[in-house]
């Protein structure tokens, strides 16, 4: 019997239907090619898959480390085919049946693997995943098993999209299905636009039902400005990088009170690498929203190494970027809105006047909306322009408003609504329009969550998040004030479009979606630790039912509500409250011992 057909019988017992289908199927993706030990290796797209020289020793160092980070009860799922060596070493160091799920996008890649060279019997002890990424996510989820995803790099880079679609879609279901509470500190920024999002997060995380520490300090912005006076910029640069040090050992001291699971920090958090750095060594998860355009601020160099979850508004080179520049993890993360700010409103009368107009703008004066906004002036419509940072652009003074101060969120909510048309126009340091066009920025969400007719310039990622019967686009700024009289004439298709995109933000792109999906992307990437919290087995429920906690310490855990996260606090605490007469078992003594420790131990300084 040839190798193909060995392998197939293997498969056989466990998934004939697959195997069927596999004998049906041609290979011909991988080009198989010896390897110096005489092993058949394989390349792909001008790539190897397996290693030139021993495929063997390569696979087992890999299997080495990836088996150093499985827990006990998780199911592996391996991400890469090629010809299979990692998994055959995965399974060797895992021996467990049922326990390793190899996702397989390909069924010629597979064919191939199975030509190459006999596998043994574990092919069918390994549950092997084929489909589309909607059945595959269904079928992982469905299991009651923390799950686990080892990508093997150079064979899952074949398929990139397709894991990451299955990845998307399992985040979504462990997402919905998540019932446990967790403790995250949000850091906000000084000052600056990515400060309200701090407080959209947070909120979004408390309605999402986890205990958030807000660390904002937006309360130190004045004393920051103040810096801004001093005339020598060798001066000002140190006093300012004092300053913000002095916000990060603030931020530990706080975090130290009180440890969360997760802290997670948005741009422009007074958070320097060594800051970062140190609370990696005091064993904090972390992470970093960046909601900013990587091409334009660029700090994000000095501290990729330091975060362990970075979460970016950009894909492709950005990804790539800070990988590159040593960050571990890297996931895309869009903006949002948040319905409780963003909202339709009706403009009372006397407020009328002020925020009604065909055409408005709120943002500040960059360089392409210099050159690009004076040309909606004296178009026969009423345009009306809000924000700061104008001085100099003489043209628009006549239409800025309020003497081009910066307004709040809610002014902007009572402009979005009393406008027919909010022009979008993404920021870009050039003239024109920006060439490099794939975030979407946070007004775009905003505005459809207020309900409000928005015209954009079109971006690359925009898309996947709006369709065009949702949010109107322009390419180029010449046909700007033609598709503006358009618009204006067509009232009904206005309000028709506002209500599509209004009803796409709150069914999909709300601060609610983003932080189930940047806690459900760590809890898949921790299972054992923020994943364990997130699925509920940390709640009194739980331990007692599972018999986690053991024989001994159950007893001092069934009077909590079983819905209650318990950690060795709160055990303690109860414990405390019975007085210094008590007379306390042994349990107990233990808990209140391994408290003292715990309390001993936490001094972040």
Request: charge should be neutral; hydrophobic fraction near 40%.
């Amino acid at each position: 019997m040839n190798p193909f057909s060995m392998n197939c019988a293997h498969l056989t017992g466990r998934q004939a239907a697959l195997a069927a289908r596999l004998r049906e199927s041609g290979g011909g993706v991988l080009d198989i090619r010896p390897a110096k030990n005489g092993l058949p290796t394989a390349r792909a797209n001008g790539k190897w898959i397996h290693s030139a020289y021993d495929p063997v020793s390569e696979a087992a160092v890999w299997a080495k480390a990836q088996a150093g980070v499985v827990q006990s009860g998780e199911i592996t799922v391996v991400l890469g085919v090629g010809l299979l060596y990692h998994v055959e070493a995965l399974r060797a160091r895992l021996p467990e049946q049922g326990r390793i799920a190899v996702v397989v996008p390909s069924l010629a890649e597979l064919h191939d693997a199975f030509q190459v060279r006999p596998l043994g019997d574990w092919v069918g002890e390994v549950d092997w995943l084929h489909g589309v990424p909607d059945e595959i996510a269904e079928r992982l989820s469905a299991r009651r098993a923390p799950l686990r995803l080892l990508a093997y790099g150079p064979a899952a880079g074949l398929h990139e999209d397709f894991h990451g679609e299955v990845e998307r879609r399992l985040r979504e279901r462990l997402a919905a299905r998540a019932g446990g509470r967790l403790h995250v500190a949000v850091v906000g920024p000084i000052y600056g636009g990515s400060l309200p999002i701090a407080r959209y997060a947070a909120s979004a995380l408390e309605a999402l039902g986890h205990q958030v520490t807000r660390i904002d300090h937006s309360a130190h912005d004045g004393a920051y400005r103040m810096l801004d006076g001093l005339k020598d910029v060798r001066h000002r640069a140190l006093v300012q990088s004092k300053f913000a040090e002095v916000l990060g050992l603030y931020t530990v001291s706080r975090l130290s009170e009180d440890p969360p699971d997760l802290v997670l920090a948005l741009a422009q958090a007074p958070l320097a690498l060594p800051i970062v750095e140190h609370l990696a060594r005091k064993r904090f998860v972390t992470a970093m929203w960046f909601v900013e355009n990587y091409r334009h601020f660029t700090y994000w160099r000095q501290l990729a190494r330091g975060y362990q979850y970075w979460f970016v508004i950009q894909r492709n080179g950005c990804l790539e970027a800070l990988r590159q520049a040593g960050a571990q993890h890297v996931a895309y993360l869009p903006m949002a809105a948040d319905p409780a700010v963003h909202r339709p409103v009706v403009l009372p009368p006397e407020e009328k006047p002020e925020f009604e107009a065909d055409v408005s703008f709120v943002g500040a004066g960059y360089a392409n909306r210099r050159q690009i906004l004076p040309r909606l002036i004296a178009q026969g419509w009423t345009f009306k322009l809000w924000g700061n940072e104008w001085d100099g652009a003489e043209e628009l003074q006549p239409v800025l408003q309020r003497g081009g101060r910066r307004i709040d969120t809610e002014t902007c909510v009572k402009v979005f609504n009393g406008t027919r048309i909010n022009l979008n126009l993404h920021s870009h340091t050039g003239e024109g329009l920006d060439p490099q066009a794939d975030f979407v920025n946070p007004r775009t969400f905003e505005l459809a969550a207020c309900g409000a007719f928005q015209l954009t310039d079109h971006r690359a990622l925009l898309p996947e998040l709006f369709t065009t019967e949702e949010v109107a686009t322009f390419r180029d700024v010449e046909e700007l004030p033609e598709l503006i009289r358009t618009w204006l004439a067509e009232p009904a298709a206005r309000a028709a479009t506002a209500q599509q995109a209004r009803r796409r933000v709150l069914a999909e792109h709300t601060y609610r979606h983003r932080m189930a999906s940047l806690l459900t992307e760590i809890g898949v990437s921790q299972p054992d630790r923020i994943g364990s919290i997130l699925r509920g087995e940390r709640q009194a429920g739980y331990l007692v039912a599972q018999g986690t906690a053991g024989p001994e310490f159950a007893p001092l855990i069934e009077d909590f509500p079983r819905d209650q996260r318990v950690e060795l606090k709160e055990v303690a605490a109860r414990i405390r409250r019975k007085g210094p007469g008590a007379t306390l078992s042994r349990e107990e003594l233990l808990v209140l011992m391994l408290d003292e420790y715990r309390a001993e131990t936490r001094d972040l300084l």
